[in-house]
């Protein structure tokens, strides 16, 4: 059974930074391309960020680029995603996802972990 499971969520000062992990069972990690979206209320779920299989390539969203990082740590079975610089419309819930091609949809999604920047 896959499982993915975020954390690192909560509260955080405009301008302030977090850490989101999203630490992954019942799959072989290195084997799946990794994603972070986002959800903010009353708008759809959007991509913030991903991750290819070796972690040798990254991309993200335009609103999150040059304050955001995803990267991987294929031993642990975690990704992360480093948030710097943050604005109140960051605010969201922020859910990791699990991809078995490199390209497509992504496959497995986590719970969820609430991310709120106030100003």
């Known amino acids: 059974q896959v499982q993915l499971v975020e954390s690192g969520g909560g509260l955080v000062q405009v301008g302030g930074s977090l850490r989101l992990s999203c630490a992954a069972s019942?799959?072989?990690?290195?084997?799946?391309?990794m994603g972070w979206f986002r959800q903010a209320p009353g708008k759809e779920r959007e991509f913030v960020a991903g991750i290819r299989r070796s972690g040798g390539s990254t991309y993200y969203a335009d609103s999150v680029k040059g304050r955001f990082a995803i990267s991987r740590d294929n031993a642990k079975n975690t990704v992360y995603l480093q948030m710097n610089s943050l604005k109140p419309e960051d605010t969201a819930v922020y859910y990791c996802?699990?991809?078995?091609?490199?390209?497509?949809?992504?496959?497995?999604w986590g719970q969820g972990t609430q991310v709120t920047v106030s100003s």
């Open positions: 019942g799959l072989t990690f290195s084997n799946y391309r």
């Open positions: 996802a699990a991809a078995r091609r490199e390209a497509g949809p992504y496959d497995y």
